[in-house]
């Protein structure tokens, strides 16, 4: 019923329009002229005329729509470029001149079809004439008039996309085929979407997909069984095939028939054809991506992401976006899958600076612009363990493989310097194999010297882990003190033989008082111990000793008190050992006073003898400057240490065989002075102060020495040797009479003289 109004409905617009100038007989065609606009709508064309309709200049490979109304009156639609149309606009043969298939003699009614502008070297004008007349052109065939016709004409150009791969009007003679597709045919992925459009303008057309092996069964003469879903059969107005290639056919080449025969199983029959037919494709568009990791990567670790196995047999896919983390919108525009910028890689090396899964999201664009993406999961795991760094925050002294540090002083360590490929998760110390807390810092101490072991534990969100330990030496550097008011305390003088018991108090800041050792070094000068410093020897150990001197004499005695960490603190005690007191009584003073004179006597005679000139032959030669240094040496030790020696040595005096004053003493090392004192550098005074006193009692100065008996002299060294005492004080000590040392020097020269 619509169709009926709407043709009525062109009747009446049709009888109120102009109508086409007629031609007259046979004479070459005189067309109106009009554009496309003025015939969308219904336009008459009488009998006996024709209207030129402008299609204007188009391109080749473009692709125009036809939809054309012929209603009353059979016409013909002749389509010419400008070239072919010149024949008809003289009334010449004009049929191979038209283009054909497009081309339509004696219609009626309405054909909907689609023509593709031929091929040639540059874009051509077109029309279409619209003949409604019979002229000598047309050789008798098609239309000859004879009524009214009222058209309708739209025409339209269409945009293929470039996955359009067949679309043109094809006409096919009964019986026959061609083969709308290439040679090669389309090698298409599988899950590619295909779609066939046919549009019927004569006859009945079969549209199917043969493979290689079924074209050449089909060329030689078979009979074609389509696969299901794979033909468009019997095709008499419009239809549309849609399918999807199976895997079965991924890039198995496939070619698209049109048939005209009756040879395809369940087509058409055999009859002359036109039919338009469109082929567009729909590839997949669906990115695979794989790397060379099986989808795990360690941090830093370079991954390759490759996205080249995407199916793209068509070669449409050109762009490529890579986003490497689908849980961040690092560009903040509301698409955290977007992150990155399109590029032609099909591939890019990814890595990532914290473990964890990452969503890696891949886009694709074709060449019509669309696009597509898919995902890919990557693990990221953190194998490479930390390194642990220990750092000084405080006053400790570093030293090869730990610290120095005083006692009670603070040891600050840091493990802040610590690195790792992601980050340092926990620090954990430990102090002496005790855990000390998980901090940045340590912060410990110790009272006592000693050595420690500090450790460090570094460890990573991974649980990967360094350890380093550190040696910590604490070193007492605080000497320990002997007490002021002990030492002070300690006697002035002693006497020889008589054991005394002595003491010293010692303490230390640092140090426990049952740690410290005490050392009584009695010999200063001897390194009984060889350990290079002479006067820190153990003769006596503790606090509190008891000893005995042997003999007479001023003596040094050196107290050291050590620490466990070897600082000392000493001092010296001078102590005067008394002689022992004599038990004889007064006899005693009797016999010292007999061998005084028997002493001066002697001294007398000798200092005659040293006035009176040459000496007998046979006396003995007055000794050497060295022989002197020597006498006065051993004498200085004698009234020093007393005549028995620690080591047992005993200094024999020698008796000059002339009197001279004793040579200057010979200077001690710094070690004798600074035990000893200025004594030890005092001057033999006492000698010439006696010889003196001898001078001024003697009456004249006798030239020749007569030589004293041998008895005589050996008296007087007994007596000499018997009286001698070491101190060189002529004080008088515990009612004993102690010599004068120049007095015996001289004693000593004269016994040691020839006999």
């Known amino acids: 019923m619509r169709r009926l109004c709407g043709a009525l409905l062109v009747l009446m617009l049709l009888a109120s329009?102009?109508?086409?100038?007629?031609?007259?007989?046979?004479?070459?065609?005189?067309?109106?002229?009009?554009?496309?606009?003025?015939?969308?709508?219904?336009?008459?064309?009488?009998?006996?005329?024709?209207?030129?309709?402008?299609?204007?200049?188009?391109?080749?490979?473009?692709?125009?729509?036809?939809?054309?109304?012929?209603?009353?009156?059979?016409?013909?639609?002749?389509?010419?470029?400008?070239?072919?149309?010149?024949?008809?606009?003289?009334?010449?043969?004009?049929?191979?001149?038209?283009?054909?298939?497009?081309?339509?003699?004696?219609?009626?009614?309405?054909q909907v079809f689609h023509w593709k502008v031929p091929a040639s070297i540059n874009a051509k004008s077109w029309s279409m004439v619209m003949d409604n007349l019979a002229h000598d052109g047309d050789q008798g065939q098609g239309d000859q008039g004879g009524a009214r016709a009222q058209i309708s004409v739209q025409v339209s150009v269409l945009q293929d996309g470039s996955l359009t791969v067949v679309h043109d009007l094809y006409a096919v003679l009964a019986n026959t085929s061609t083969?709308?597709?290439?040679?090669?045919?389309?090698?298409?992925?599988?899950?590619?979407?295909?779609?066939?459009?046919?549009?019927?303008?004569?006859?009945?057309?079969?549209?199917?997909?043969?493979?290689?092996?079924?074209?050449?069964?089909?060329?030689?003469?078979?009979?074609?069984?389509?696969?299901?879903?794979?033909?468009?059969?019997?095709?008499?107005?419009?239809?549309?095939?849609?399918?999807?290639?199976?895997?079965?056919?991924?890039?198995?080449?496939?070619?698209?028939?049109?048939?005209?025969?009756?040879?395809?199983?369940?087509?058409?029959?055999?009859?002359?054809?036109?039919?338009?037919?469109?082929?567009?494709?729909?590839?997949?568009?669906?990115?695979?991506?794989?790397?060379?990791?099986?989808?795990?990567?360690?941090?830093?670790?370079?991954?390759?992401?490759?996205?080249?196995?995407?199916?793209?047999?068509?070669?449409?896919?050109?762009?490529?976006?890579?986003?490497?983390?689908?849980?961040?919108?690092q560009d903040n525009d509301g698409d955290a899958t977007n992150d990155g910028a399109w590029a032609s890689a099909k591939s890019t090396s990814a890595t990532w600076n914290q473990p964890g899964t990452y969503t890696v999201t891949v886009h694709v664009r074709d060449v019509d612009g669309r696009t597509a993406m898919a995902q890919h999961q990557v693990s990221v795991t953190d194998v490479v363990a930390p390194t642990a760094k220990i750092s000084s925050l405080g006053a400790e002294q570093p030293v090869d493989d730990g610290y120095r540090l005083d006692p009670e002083a603070v040891l600050r360590l840091s493990c802040a310097s610590s690195t790792d490929d992601h980050r340092v998760d926990v620090c954990a110390w430990a102090v002496d194999g005790a855990p000390n807390g998980q901090n940045t810092t340590l912060v410990a101490s110790w009272a006592d010297s000693g050595e420690h072991t500090v450790r460090l534990t570094v460890t990573d969100p991974s649980g990967n882990t360094d350890v380093l330990e550190r040696r910590v030496v604490v070193v007492d550097r605080t000497a320990p003190r002997l007490s002021a008011t002990s030492v002070s305390a300690l006697p002035a003088s002693v006497d020889a033989g008589v054991s005394t018991v002595v003491r010293v108090s010692v303490d230390d800041p640092v140090d426990a008082a049952d740690?410290?050792?005490?050392?009584?070094?009695?010999?200063?000068?001897?390194?009984?111990?060889?350990?290079?410093?002479?006067?820190?020897?153990?003769?006596?150990?503790?606090?509190?000793?008891?000893?005995?001197?042997?003999?007479?004499?001023?003596?040094?005695?050196?107290?050291?008190?050590?620490?466990?960490?070897?600082?000392?603190?000493?001092?010296?005690?001078?102590?005067?050992?008394?002689?022992?007191?004599?038990?004889?009584?007064?006899?005693?003073?009797?016999?010292?006073?007999?061998?005084?004179?028997?002493?001066?006597?002697?001294?007398?005679?000798?200092?005659?003898?040293?006035?009176?000139?040459?000496?007998?032959?046979?006396?003995?030669?007055?000794?050497?400057?060295?022989?002197?240094?020597?006498?006065?040496?051993?004498?200085?030790?004698?009234?020093?240490?007393?005549?028995?020696?620690?080591?047992?040595?005993?200094?024999?005096?020698?008796?000059?065989?002339?009197?001279?004053?004793?040579?200057?003493?010979?200077?001690?090392?710094?070690?004798?002075?600074?035990?000893?004192g200025g004594r030890a550098n005092e001057d033999a005074g006492g000698m010439a102060g006696f010889e003196a006193l001898v001078e001024e009692a003697a009456e004249e100065p006798v030239a020749v020495f007569n030589p004293v008996e041998d008895t005589e002299v050996s008296a007087a060294q007994d007596e000499a040797d018997v009286a001698a005492a070491p101190a060189r004080s002529t004080a008088s000590s515990g009612g004993r009479l102690e010599w004068p040392a120049g007095l015996v020097d001289m004693l000593e020269e004269r016994t040691d003289g020839p006999q």
Not at 232 to 241: A, E, G, K, P, R
Not at 251 to 280: E, F, N, Y
Not at 559 to 581: E, K, L, Q, S
Request: overall charge negative.
């Open 17 to 110: 329009m102009p109508v086409a100038g007629a031609v007259e007989g046979r004479a070459a065609p005189d067309c109106a002229s009009a554009d496309l606009n003025e015939v969308s709508g219904a336009v008459a064309v009488d009998a006996g005329s024709c209207l030129d309709i402008d299609l204007g200049v188009h391109a080749p490979g473009t692709v125009l729509a036809f939809d054309i109304l012929v209603a009353d009156d059979a016409v013909d639609v002749l389509i010419f470029d400008d070239a072919g149309k010149a024949p008809y606009d003289l009334g010449q043969s004009y049929r191979n001149a038209m283009t054909t298939p497009v081309s339509t003699e004696s219609m009626l009614g309405q």
């Open 179 to 329: 083969w709308l597709t290439e040679d090669d045919g389309l090698v298409l992925d599988a899950g590619t979407s295909i779609q066939v459009e046919a549009w019927a303008l004569d006859g009945s057309a079969d549209l199917a997909f043969l493979t290689d092996a079924q074209r050449a069964a089909w060329e030689s003469g078979g009979q074609h069984a389509p696969d299901v879903g794979t033909a468009l059969l019997d095709v008499t107005t419009s239809s549309t095939l849609t399918w999807t290639v199976p895997p079965s056919l991924d890039g198995v080449p496939m070619h698209l028939m049109l048939d005209s025969g009756d040879a395809i199983i369940g087509g058409a029959p055999a009859d002359d054809l036109r039919t338009t037919v469109r082929l567009t494709l729909d590839p997949p568009m669906n990115p695979i991506v794989q790397d060379d990791g099986n989808g795990s990567t360690t941090l830093l670790q370079p991954l390759l992401l490759d996205a080249s196995s995407t199916p793209d047999r068509l070669n449409r896919l050109v762009d490529w976006l890579w986003d490497l983390d689908a849980d961040t919108d």
């Open 515 to 676: 740690t410290l050792r005490v050392h009584w070094d009695i010999n200063p000068l001897s390194d009984s111990d060889r350990n290079g410093v002479p006067d820190d020897d153990a003769d006596l150990l503790g606090e509190e000793v008891q000893l005995t001197f042997d003999s007479a004499g001023e003596r040094a005695v050196v107290i050291t008190v050590f620490d466990p960490a070897g600082n000392t603190g000493r001092t010296v005690w001078n102590v005067d050992v008394n002689a022992a007191p004599s038990t004889s009584g007064s006899g005693g003073l009797i016999a010292a006073g007999v061998g005084l004179l028997v002493v001066i006597a002697v001294g007398m005679v000798m200092l005659r003898l040293r006035r009176s000139g040459p000496v007998d032959q046979h006396a003995t030669p007055a000794p050497t400057a060295e022989e002197s240094a020597e006498q006065v040496k051993a004498a200085e030790m004698t009234s020093i240490y007393g005549q028995a020696q620690s080591e047992g040595a005993t200094v024999q005096p020698v008796m000059a065989s002339t009197f001279s004053a004793p040579a200057a003493p010979v200077a001690l090392d710094a070690m004798a002075q600074s035990l000893l």
